[in-house]
């Protein structure tokens, strides 16, 4: 085969989907796979590891050694995809880019036709969300993805993935894989949001939630139930909680700062304790949401007398405001240093207040959002938290 030339632009005999992606409008060039065939003696044509459509090298024994010419197999090129390793932080509402290239080891002579896919690592056993698939300068987005992602292409490489109006459900881990018909190689790039992690109880009182309930109690809260890398870097900055929630993965969870006999005991060590992955619909227990950190501004009313929860609603509105969420109470006590000593109504019947400066009459030594659990809706103790979009 040495000395014998490549072929030049070859027309296709049919594009192939792309791999993992057969209902793609997209699909991917086939034109390295086509060029292989042409080189090979047929003989070797049908014992070829094909699959899905594509040629896969894996023994040394398949490629050429390097005789210095052509691409791909015959020299031993190697793709490398890159992307940052520390996590990426962003805010609610935000614009992003993910950052991802690609090079050859060596360098390639001319380009090779790429499909760049973009998609979302599931997190609780949900299969894998696909977010945008690329040949060229034809691009397909998907659910909620739609309409917000594109990609960065340049000379240099980059195929990195700008998420618009950043969404609670968007943190996570993404995958950049990039092929090119002869290889196929990936990356991860992890996203989180800035936002608060807060153990959720409904009025009813403890371990009342299933997994769906849980899910939705916390998207009462202008929440999202929270993942284990949130639960553990709120544990790292001091959440202790004695009672067992859900997190995102569908496994149940509690953090301990301090060891102690009424929360499993002297003999474990501090840490996110884990009484693994339950049944999603059988079991009961708290959960863990996260809330990110807002736009709008919670304050608590001046108001001349304590209301019931009803009137406390009401006064809201007619501050041009709404009666805050749990979930936004925590936010602006996390991010805002919203410090106030009068507890008030929220909008899912609990009274809590918010101290970021502990002092005395004001509750705990410690900061902390504190709660006066749900008091009848009817008395008149208490003030209310408003919150006010911006
Ligand atoms: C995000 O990008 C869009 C489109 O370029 C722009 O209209 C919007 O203002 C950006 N949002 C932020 C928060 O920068």
Redesign the pocket.
Known sequence: MQGKKLPTRVSLPRPQPCPGYPGAAIVCDTMGLFLLALLLPLAHVSALPFYNGFYYSNSPHDQNPGNGYGEGLFNRVKLVVETPEETLFSYQ???VTLPCRYHYKPALVSPRPMCIKWWKLSENGALDQDVLVAIGLRHRSFGDYRGRVSLWQDEDNEVSLEI??LRLEDSGRYRCEVIDGLEDESSLVELELWGVVFPYQPRQGRYQLNFYEAQQACEGQAAVVASFEQLFRAWEQGLDWCNAGWLQDASVRYPVTLARQPCGGLGLAPGVRSYGPRHRRLYRYDVFCFAAALKGQVYYLQHPEKLTLEEAKEACQEDGAQIAKVGQLFAAWKFRGLDHCDAGWLADGSVRYPVVHPRPKCGPPEPGVRSFGFPDPQSRKYGVYCYRPR
Do not use: W
Request: glycine share 20%; net charge negative.
């Open positions: 509402g935000a614009n618009q109006d």
